[in-house]
């Protein structure tokens, strides 16, 4: 192994008591909880375009970050220097998965088949370097927001000639995440949406987004790739309107256009946020439709309204996303990755580690809580009463689909007035804060 990280161990488990920084206090991989092990449960992943490509720039002043092993050149070496330096992260944080843009891992060429060439040269040394560790690839995308090309939109621009461009993205990371047994790919609509109504077809749009997807469900039989297919959605920033701007909008986008089949979602904390809803929110939409694949653990900054992708600290926060988890039987293919950067004060090498050992160790936490909490299952049981009257007599016969409204008239009219129970939220909120 290279040693970009010298003063960085391997971080262990050292448990609650230890004062060590860089080791986990919480984290203990092979732990069992409810039948499997707490990597196997949590499959974290961390993300190349954070770890290796954000300098930590803002839009008021260049980026901070250290990154000795970047010789700052947009080639080809420069790209290959960095796939040591990322697996050398990945073993000594303990993360077993990872996510890539093409153009986090190789730079754009001076034409699109040399950046095709030059993305193919490092996907073979990822590939050396995930048979060398034992690292697996959780998913794959393009990057089709970055170039100014994609300044209005990919598959939803105006310019047919541009949708061919990310047509050709898309082909070529479909390959490269199929070669290196990437379990899922990922769509994240950066631009996929518009600046302004004014000068937008928005039904001309969405036909060309399923049109597009369609293409890349068709190509993935083709190549036989089984991985599954995700949409990130998230409401605005960079556009001023995404179409995937939350779950909701995403599966009914999906059903619209026969694609439900294919695709799955993945879930982004800080994205809820920005849509106005709670993470558990977005969960619950998604699990209802059998349809959360992934999950983008990060967590935005409430007095500030963009995307700040910080690390997931909050134990509330991971404790309903594990609550879910566990209730849905665990991920099968997607993962938590680590949709997160460091704030620009933390610029050292050392905070990439601090803030992974941050995550891990607050899902962790909220992987016990939850367990603890299903297991005692007095949410449940609440939960299960408060809707009881559905379980038998006319609730039933509604859940059944017998009634009609007619009947429902009659049954109203002869039945005394209804008397609720109390929903008891204050108690609830109680009971959570006991677990915590
Ligand atoms: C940006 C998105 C992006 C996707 C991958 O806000 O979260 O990082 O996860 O394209
Ligand atoms: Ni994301
Ligand atoms: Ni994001």
Known sequence: MSDHFPTIPKIQYEGPLSDNPLSFHH????ELIAGKTMREHLRFGAAYWHCMRNGLGDPFGEGTALMPWDNGEESLDNALSRVPVFFEFLEKIDIDYYCFHDRDIS???ESLSQTHE??????????TSQKQSGKKLLWGTACLFSHPRYAQGAATSPNAEVFSYAASQVKNALDATHRLGGQGYTFWGGREGYGSLINTDMKRELDHLAAFLHMAVDYAKKIAYQGQFYIEPKPREPSTHQYDSDAAACLNFLREYDLLDHFKL?????????????MEHELEVAMGADALGSIDAN???ELLGWDTDQFPTNLYGTTNVMLRLLKMGGFSTGGLNFDAKRRRESHEPEDLFHAHIGGMDAFARGLKIAHKIIADGRFEEFVKLRYSSYDEGIGAEIEGGKVSLERLDEYAQQITPPQLCSGRQERLENLLNDYL
């Open 299 to 301: 967590r935005g900054d």
């Open 118 to 127: 030059m993305f193919h040269q490092v996907v073979d040394a990822l590939e």
């Open 27 to 30: 984290y203990n991989p092979e």
């Open 107 to 109: 730079p754009e060429g």
């Open 266 to 278: 993945n879930i982004e904390t800080n994205h809820a946020t920005l849509a106005g809803h709670t």
